[in-house]
């Protein structure tokens, strides 16, 4: 017998009064316990697939050059479990039946009462969103459902709906870099202060730091297509270009760019490239997590510079300071920067 359907005909009210009583006894039988069991570990293994795990700083750009088609599998450290650490057996076998059993109820009366309107259908099929948020200091990598990965930077948020294989978009706040499953009958598509970011299997970078209300998109692999809110008009990026664009921006543009350098904060590497001293401040506090409080006049110069993975902040703090003629004091987390 197939007891999907059964479950799928108690949930939209096609049985009967009589088949619907022989459901709801069934359910409490152990072929029933044993069937939901089944079908929960099975969710609960595909829910798994969509998790935060440790941060590789394995470099993206060897990814890139590995393969011409795009990138190699996203790498899983498996030393790492998942975070949830869950009885998945007792959870399934004392909580689905009795679960199933109430909203099952509820489903088929409330289909039975009113037929042209199902409450519990409607809520069923409206999508959840999972938000994920990178406080200044911390980086994650996001392993999605349909196999895509999100780098996402500190200081910065991302929300997806929980029934992401089907409804592929996101929505970013801040920096990260998408590395896109394939899929071409559910585009994947990333919406960040009115541009949206449309690809079906590719890699690409998206920024909103230091731009006021502008988004830089950096294609990296495959091709994209970007559209502003409320437009027609879009713009299809090829590898190696890039566009910084507003909402209300008449004539958006392309330019060719060196793709390495907009990645390499996926690999902990930080770099400064003709930033003026209040960009500094502001790259500095996001990527440590840091305060940092600036007294006398900040010098006009500019900081160009690459600091390896991970460099602590001290050594970035002195190399700075030579360059740009401050002071500084670090105590903990807040910095103190002082011109004469």
Do not use: C
């Not at 939901?36 to 394995?58: F, G, P, R, T, V």
């Not at 600091?307 to 003629?325: A, I, K, Q, T």
Request: charged share 20%; net charge negative; aromatic share 10%.
């Amino acid at each position: 017998m197939d007891h999907k359907k059964r479950m799928d005909d108690f949930y939209s009210g096609k049985m009967s009064p009589q088949q619907a009583q022989e459901f709801l006894e069934w359910l409490e039988s152990p072929e029933a316990e044993e069937f939901l069991s089944a079908e929960i570990i099975q969710l609960w293994s595909e829910k798994l697939k969509s998790q935060d795990y440790a941060w590789d700083n394995s470099p993206l750009w060897h990814k890139i050059n590995a393969e011409k088609s795009g990138f190699s599998k996203p790498y899983v450290n498996k030393s790492q479990p998942p975070k949830e650490n869950v009885s998945i057996w007792s959870w399934a076998k004392y909580a689905a039946a009795l679960v199933l059993i109430g909203v099952s109820a509820y489903a088929y009366f409330s289909t039975q009462q009113r037929p042209t309107n199902n409450p519990v259908t409607e809520a069923l099929s409206s999508s959840l969103w999972i938000t994920k948020t990178n406080p200044s200091g911390q980086k994650t990598k996001i392993l999605l459902s349909d196999g895509s990965t999100i780098f996402l930077n500190s200081a910065s948020s991302v929300s997806y709906p929980e029934d992401f294989q089907t409804n592929r978009k996101v929505t970013l706040e801040g920096e990260a870099f998408f590395e896109v499953a394939k899929d071409p009958e559910h585009p994947f598509s990333v919406e960040s202060k009115g541009i949206t970011t449309t690809a079906l299997g590719t890699s690409f970078n998206i920024s909103t730091f230091n731009r006021q209300d502008k988004v830089a998109v950096t294609l990296i692999t495959g091709k994209v297509k970007l559209q502003q809110l409320g437009s027609t008009q879009e713009i299809e990026l090829n590898p190696g270009e890039e566009s910084v664009l507003a909402v209300d921006e008449a004539n958006p543009k392309k330019y060719a760019v060196n793709i390495r350098d907009r990645i390499l904060w996926t690999e902990g590497v930080l770099r400064f490239q003709n930033n003026t001293f209040t960009d500094v401040i502001e790259i500095l506090q996001r990527w440590y997590g840091v305060t940092v409080q600036v007294t006398g006049k900040p010098s006009k110069d500019l900081a160009t510079g690459t600091f390896d993975n991970n460099e602590s902040l001290r050594n970035v703090l002195h190399v700075l300071s030579e360059s740009m003629n401050f002071t500084y004091q670090l105590n903990e987390k807040q910095v103190l920067i002082h011109f004469n």
